[in-house]
């Protein structure tokens, strides 16, 4: 049974940072796409940033572009998300999402795409 876990999220002034994670367990395919995505109360699911195990492949969303950075360890099966010059409007509840895809859908940052959700992990940045 696939299970995502996230931890890191919390309360951050604005201009800070936070590193999320994201552990992946009973995960078996040999190529898949981890995502993050992320929840504001009263507005949709937004799609974060992307990354793809077999190549690497990174996308971001361009709200984000420049001060969020994800990263992998394939070998312990984690992705990571570092944000830094966090604003108000990147409070949401994070959640992080794996699914078995080709790389090129992997950059499409589409939550349908994706089979496996973590629970979420809460973000507040304050002024």
């Known amino acids: 049974q696939v299970q995502l876990v996230e931890s890191g999220g919390g309360s951050v002034q604005a201009g800070g940072s936070l590193r999320l994670s994201c552990a992946a367990s009973g995960y078996t395919y040999p190529y898949y796409c981890m995502g993050w995505f992320r929840q504001a109360p009263g507005k949709e699911r937004e799609g974060v940033a992307s990354i793809y195990n077999g190549d690497g492949r990174i996308k971001y969303a361009d709200s984000v572009k420049g001060r969020f950075t994800i990263s992998q360890d394939n070998a312990k099966k984690t992705v990571y998300l570092q944000m830094d010059s966090l604003k108000l409007e990147d409070t949401g509840m994070y959640s992080c999402?794996?699914?078995?895809?080709?790389?090129?859908?992997?950059?499409?940052?589409?939550?349908?795409?994706?089979?496996?959700w973590g629970q979420g992990t809460q973000v507040t940045v304050s002024s």
């Open positions: 999402a794996a699914a078995p895809m080709p790389g090129f859908n992997c950059q499409a940052l589409n939550a349908n795409l994706f089979n496996f």
